[in-house]
């Protein structure tokens, strides 16, 4: 009920094209989905996040597509450029008494000339 | 500043050795968390502090212990009892539970002798 499934485990791109990343959960009670970026050697950063009132939101090239009712929830990197690669974890929180983010098992994405 | 210090950046532990991992935050962040990544299983909760003087388990505590005595700091022991510590240790902070962006630090990198 806690997991969080997340997919693909890696991902090749060229430069300029979509990368699409997809995350499923099982708890209805999760109502937090956010996403965060990590490179090599470093901690993970917020990139964006969303709640389930809304069906999409969008920060610049950054896209989070969110289908409650199938429970999935996708990040979307327009126009790919090699500064995104990097590993993207999806993760959800919500619930009562629930105050721990479960993680996917991460993508590492790169993106190639 | 502000931000999140985790030291040592790596750590290298002989058998049966209790060692600690150094985090400090001065964002004024109520709550913080402890995580361990290992390659191809994303971060997985080891412990988290809501406030100081109170922490609960996550879902990996066995074989560790934390202490929370300033709201400043957040250290954890890996203890002889974890016998499999090899592993990329992050520390992270938030203003409030999981519905709030979680800052992270650099890591610390825990090596067995």
């Known amino acids: 009920q806690q997991q969080v499934k997340q997919s693909p485990q890696s991902l090749i791109v060229q430069k300029g094209g979509i990368s699409i990343i997809n995350c499923a959960y099982e708890?209805?009670?999760?109502?937090?989905f956010p996403w965060y970026q990590q490179f090599p050697g470093k901690g993970p950063a917020l990139l964006i996040a969303i709640r389930p009132d809304v069906s999409e939101k969008k920060e610049g090239r950054f896209t989070i597509s969110f289908n409650k009712s199938a429970k999935q929830f996708s990040l979307h990197i327009m126009d790919s450029q090699p500064g995104d690669s990097a590993t993207y974890f999806c993760?959800?929180?919500?619930?009562?008494?629930?105050?721990?983010?479960?993680f996917g098992t991460g993508t590492r994405l790169t993106i190639i000339p | 500043d502000g931000g999140i210090t985790q030291s040592p950046k790596y750590l290298f532990r002989k058998e049966g050795q209790n060692v600690t991992l150094s985090c400090e935050q001065n964002l004024n962040h109520d709550a913080m968390y402890w995580y361990r990544q290992d390659p191809g299983q994303g971060l997985r909760l080891i412990y988290y502090s809501q406030i100081v003087n109170d922490f609960q388990k996550g879902d990996i505590a066995e074989g560790y212990s934390v202490s929370r005595e300033k709201k400043e700091s957040f250290p954890l022991t890996v203890t002889s009892a974890q016998k499999n510590p090899t592993a990329f240790y992050l520390c992270a902070s938030s203003i409030g539970g999981a519905r709030e962006t979680q800052y992270f630090g650099p890591g610390t990198r825990l090596l067995v002798l």
């Open positions: 708890n209805t009670a999760f109502d937090y």
């Open positions: 993760a959800a929180s919500g619930g009562f008494g629930n105050e721990k983010l479960t």
